[in-house]
């Protein structure tokens, strides 16, 4: 497979995690907690959840539909890839540097969804970081 094939599938991955996303509400119990706090605050999280789920499906109708632009060697095919490396890294980050790590659900399968979704992270990661560094050895 070449680049724009991984691309392509990493579209699609990008794709199923907002579908899989759809559930992260329900499984964290968001309306309940979010309930302690003031409308504006619950206001201003349900805008920035909506924001991420977002910026996901569009990070993958585009790798879904523009695999040949987002390797074609252009200045915007560099920043585009480069900075949706930057944002899947930063997830990454904020996954073992900032979230607390004892508030995560316990149990079999809170972790193995966990090591799947970090898993997905760190290859989106990985293959941005390759799309923005190829663009930018074509530019």
Known sequence: ?????????????????????????????WRGELAKVQILIKQMFWTYAAYILVINL??????????KELVDGARLALLLTGFIAVYWISRVLIQFFYFD????????WPKLGEVALVTLFVILSILYSWAAYFNYIHN
């Open 1 to 29: 497979m070449n680049i724009q094939a991984f691309i392509r599938v990493a579209g699609l991955a990008q794709i199923a995690l907002v579908v899989g996303s759809l559930a992260i509400p329900r499984i964290l119990n």
């Open 58 to 67: 569009c990070f993958g109708l585009v790798s879904v539909f523009c695999y």
């Open 101 to 108: 790590r004892q508030a995560f659900p316990k149990g079999f």
